[in-house]
């Protein structure tokens, strides 16, 4: 049997073993040592596998970690988080998601979301959030080394330059 990783999966090193992302699922898991070692055994492309290992790699590939040729289906949302045996809950040293205002308004203002600590009431001018303000933001998310970055605010979509500038200094902390 051939696997690869799935497309644009993340893993990160835990003391426990590790902490995988699957973006088209957006699940976070934790692996122990030896199911990381099978993640991290994986290049980017298509690779035999051992037959013993056909079976573990199929159970990954059924969470979406992984694709298998041939291919295993992908199970539903069943709740297993964890993979692999733990004698502890395993507990984590940075965040798995960092929010990153890319400005503070939103001319909305809903009542399921609006913060009035964290956002601004209504859009005023252009000139009262700065650019070092992006800067600042894009700087601290970098040194987190969180699996996933999401772009928020306030409402993204109504500064799009400011989150075109923060998306592009967010991406080149993450390369
Ligand atoms: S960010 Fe979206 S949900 Fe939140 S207040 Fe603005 S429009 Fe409403």
Same mark, same amino acid.
């Given at each position: 049997m051939q696997v690869r990783p799935s497309q644009a999966v993340r893993l990160r090193q835990e003391k426990f073993g590790g902490t995988c992302y699957v973006p088209h699922r957006d699940d976070i898991f934790a692996a122990n040592h030896e199911v990381f070692g099978l993640l991290r055994a994986l290049g980017s492309n298509w690779a035999k596998v051992p037959k013993s290992l056909d079976r573990a790699y199929q159970s990954l590939a059924a969470l979406g970690i992984c694709e298998t040729d041939p291919a295993t289906p992908e199970i539903s949302y *069943?709740? @297993? *988080?964890?993979l692999g045996q733990f004698e502890e809950f395993p507990s984590i040293e940075e965040p798995f998601v960092v929010n990153c205002f *890319?400005?503070?308004? %939103? @001319?909305?203002? %809903?009542l399921y979301c609006h913060a009035d600590d964290l956002m601004k009431e209504q859009r005023t001018s +252009?000139?009262? +959030? *700065?650019s070092a303000d992006l800067a600042n933001v894009a700087a601290t998310a970098g040194m987190l080394q969180s699996l996933v970055v999401v772009v928020t605010g306030g409402d993204p979509l109504t500064r799009p330059e400011r989150t075109k500038v923060l998306l592009k200094s967010l991406a080149a902390t993450r390369m």
């Open positions: *069943s709740g @297993p *988080s964890l *890319s400005t503070a308004h %939103c @001319p909305l203002k %809903c +252009e000139g009262d +959030e *700065s």
